[in-house]
């Protein structure tokens, strides 16, 4: 199905035991998107990226893959996803490319298209120089990028890949996160991290959840208006601050004091302004706090990171009561 998302979640329920560990789970994600999937230690990421590959079975809702329906033709969607789970399972005592062959094979790939399709993988993910070391004795990140390698081999056009960047270095996580960026408009990739930043760079999208539920969705600027609301700015000032509401008010009206620190010992004390508008107001600032009877020192505007939209994102949800899973 051409013109269908390359993944298609409604209303997702699973549960273990009585316990849900994903509740009525509800997104989509475009063709040659890359979307972060965060939440938690237990928010159930690992749950619903299993239930993705057909790993296991759904309690309730469905799952499609280019508008294959999971439940119902495994065989079809598995097919069509590249799987890099969280303990990426390597045999130890197979050559790289002996591995990678084997893979291909099973996963139906030529022996005509084979071999230049292993030499490109290798190339991409940089393991040309460990093409016949033994998987049991490369280091943390190269098995990462072998992983990653056996994800892409057959070209499918969804890739998930679960905490790929665990355990990596600066370095090798920097590798990584270029590779996966390579992938954007060619294949559809969902990928959970814990390493915010890497995500925020990385991905278009995010979606959080939490408790098993989507507690955010978006790109990462529309989360930080939408949960964190508003602008902040940092300004070091000595003055009369008893007239600065005033000034404040006449750059844009919702621009208010939210912190006043006390005067250090030159008469400079730190403000954190705060305001509803999105906009750049940093050079009305400049222009109002250099006036006569204000000294400035310093001024910032605070840019929150997504680790500032995802604490705030999953604090909010702790008090919100789960709602009822939806029945079959």
């Given at each position: 199905?051409?013109?269908?998302?390359a993944?298609?979640?409604s209303?997702?329920?699973?549960?273990?035991?009585?316990?849900?560990?994903?509740?009525?789970?509800?997104?989509?994600?475009?063709?040659?998107?890359?979307?972060?999937?965060?939440?938690?230690?237990?928010?159930?990421?690992?749950?619903?990226?299993?239930?993705?590959?057909?790993?296991?079975?759904?309690?309730?809702?469905?799952?499609?893959?280019?508008g294959?329906?999971?439940?119902?033709q495994?065989?079809?969607?598995?097919?069509?996803?590249?799987?890099?789970?969280?303990?990426?399972?390597?045999?130890?005592?197979?050559?790289?490319?002996?591995?990678?062959?084997?893979?291909?094979?099973?996963?139906?790939?030529?022996?005509?298209?084979?071999g230049?399709?292993?030499?490109?993988?290798?190339?991409?993910?940089?393991?040309?120089?460990?093409?016949?070391?033994?998987?049991?004795?490369?280091?943390k990140?190269?098995?990462?990028?072998?992983?990653?390698?056996?994800?892409?081999?057959?070209?499918?056009?969804?890739?998930?890949?679960?905490?790929p960047?665990i355990?990596?270095?600066?370095?090798?996580?920097?590798?990584?996160?270029?590779?996966?960026?390579?992938?954007?408009?060619?294949?559809?990739?969902?990928?959970?991290?814990?390493?915010?930043?890497?995500?925020?760079?990385?991905?278009?999208?995010?979606?959080?959840?939490?408790?098993?539920?989507?507690?955010?969705?978006?790109?990462?600027?529309?989360?930080?208006?939408?949960?964190?609301?508003?602008?902040?700015?940092?300004?070091?000032l000595?003055?009369?601050?008893?007239?600065?509401?005033?000034?404040?008010?006449?750059?844009?009206?919702t621009?208010?004091?939210?912190?006043?620190?006390?005067?250090?010992?030159?008469?400079?004390r730190?403000?954190?302004?705060?305001?509803?508008?999105?906009?750049?107001?940093?050079?009305?600032?400049?222009?109002?706090?250099?006036?006569?009877?204000?000294?400035?020192?310093?001024?910032?505007?605070?840019?929150?990171?997504?680790?500032d939209?995802?604490?705030?994102?999953?604090?909010r949800?702790?008090?919100?009561?789960?709602?009822?899973?939806?029945?079959?």
């Amino acid at each position: 199905m051409p013109d269908a998302p390359a993944i298609e979640v409604s209303h997702l329920v699973k549960t273990y035991a009585g316990v849900t560990a994903v509740n009525d789970i509800t997104f989509r994600v475009g063709r040659g998107e890359i979307l972060g999937f965060l939440g938690p230690n237990g928010a159930g990421k690992s749950t619903t990226m299993r239930v993705l590959t057909g790993y296991l079975p759904a309690t309730s809702g469905s799952v499609q893959i280019c508008g294959i329906p999971v439940a119902s033709q495994p065989d079809a969607a598995k097919r069509l996803i590249g799987y890099m789970p969280e303990n990426n399972p390597l045999p130890e005592d197979m050559r790289v490319s002996e591995y990678l062959y084997f893979r291909g094979r099973l996963k139906e790939v030529s022996r005509r298209k084979l071999g230049p399709r292993i030499d490109e993988v290798l190339e991409l993910c940089d393991l040309k120089r460990v093409r016949h070391k033994i998987i049991g004795q490369l280091s943390k990140g190269y098995r990462q990028r072998v992983g990653i390698a056996e994800s892409i081999l057959a070209e499918p056009p969804v890739i998930i890949m679960d905490e790929p960047t665990i355990g990596l270095d600066p370095h090798q996580i920097l590798i990584v996160r270029d590779l996966i960026a390579s992938l954007r408009g060619r294949m559809t990739v969902i990928i959970s991290s814990h390493i915010l930043p890497e995500i925020e760079v990385t991905c278009d999208r995010v979606l959080i959840i939490n408790q098993g539920r989507v507690v955010a969705q978006g790109t990462p600027a529309d989360l930080r208006r939408e949960i964190l609301g508003r602008s902040t700015y940092d300004v070091e000032l000595a003055g009369d601050v008893s007239t600065l509401p005033s000034v404040l008010s006449a750059i844009e009206p919702t621009l208010e004091i939210a912190e006043q620190g006390d005067p250090d010992a030159e008469g400079f004390r730190h403000l954190k302004l705060s305001t509803e508008r999105d906009a750049e107001l940093g050079e009305p600032l400049l222009r109002a706090l250099s006036a006569p009877g204000y000294r400035l020192r310093a001024l910032s505007r605070a840019h929150p990171t997504l680790e500032d939209v995802f604490l705030a994102a999953t604090r909010r949800s702790w008090d919100v009561k789960s709602p009822e899973p939806r029945k079959k």
